[in-house]
């Protein structure tokens, strides 16, 4: 089963890289476009002690995935690029990495055969945000990419050796259409990409998108829409024999993202730089997300804005949500083995409900979303919270 891929001793690395060449108009995430290079430069300098000090205390060099993202990590200079790398050899030991990903918006003029040359020497994974492959929803969402650089952009990345490719896809931009959309699917269905991760586009408050579509300047899709969207994507994708593993993610076999796998498993993983959390043996922790906060930052107890140990009870109820993201679903009895709980008698009613609602199926010891249950997962996922 694709749930249990992943070992409970596993360990994650995230890396957060805040910088952008600019600021996507939907986006909400910790990040804004790079100032300068000295800027960079210090937020390297910073993150080298960050690292030293998280090793020292949780003595720990050994990682089973490394993930750097962002932001957009390779919009760095080569020089920089360079820095961030040597500083994370020399804090890991990368010759048991399995897996080593970085996020790339594919942007020729800040993406070169140099530097993409230069990160094949370590990296065995790129996520490329494509988003789309249709000039005018670029210009919608704010992508300084065309298509076209993209393709350049992938050929040089399966030139330099990396052939684990993600590709990531938005859909319901607004005034696309079903016929927009699944020229996207097509025209990366013929790339064949290790794996795609689709995603349903949110209108997050207060980003510039966001504002565009309240004042009428641009329209939203209808729900329908959108849902008919997904599901064309689930079929075209499955015919083009991609596994659906996870709500939003869809890999060739055995390409599925073992990072990501190690949150949705609840695995422990580190995260450096500002604002990345972290999930250690029960303790969750976040890093200062002020950047002028994090430049300061010397010791434990600056890098850390907030922390807490993590309950019985919101641990039962991580592992139910994030284990019914993965449409293989929730074990009864490997969650019985670990917390000593039945979670179906334990959730019988809230499980039985959606069940008769079509939104849960109940298949030998396995509970898992069904079809329908994926659009309106948030409606499930919000009864398993704790009370």
Known sequence: MIAKSIAKNKKGLYIHVPFCFSKCKYCDFNSWKKRSEAEVYEYLKVLDQQFKVFNDNMKNSNWDTIYIGGGTPTCLSYENLKRLFYTIESYCDLNKVEEFSIELNPNTSIVTDKKINFISNFVNRVSIGLQTTQSRHLQVLGRTHSYEEFLQTYNLLQSAGIDNLNVDLIYGIPNQTVSDFNEDLDNLIKLQPTHISLYNLILEKDTPLER????????????????????????????????????????????????NMLYW????????????????????????DDFTKYLKSKD????????????????????????LRLVDGIDINEIKEEYGINIYKRYLSTINYFISEGLLKKENTRIKLTTKGYMLSNNVFMEFLPS
Request: proline fraction near 2%; hydrophobic fraction near 35%.
């Open 300 to 323: 434990m107890h600056d890098f850390i804005k907030e922390k807490w140990n993590i309950g019985f009870e919101e641990a039962l109820s991580e592992k139910v949500i994030l284990g």
């Open 265 to 288: 498993n609840r695995n422990n993983y580190l995260g450096l730089g500002p604002g990345a959390h972290s999930l250690w043996e029960g303790l969750r922790f976040v890093t200062v």
């Open 212 to 259: 565009e579509v309240s004042k009428g300047k641009l329209e939203s899709l209808d729900e329908e829409i959108e849902v008919e969207m997904y599901n064309i994507a689930r079929v075209k994708l499955r015919e083009s024999g991609y596994s659906h593993y996870e709500l939003s993610n869809f890999s060739k076999p055995s390409y599925e993202c073992k990072h």
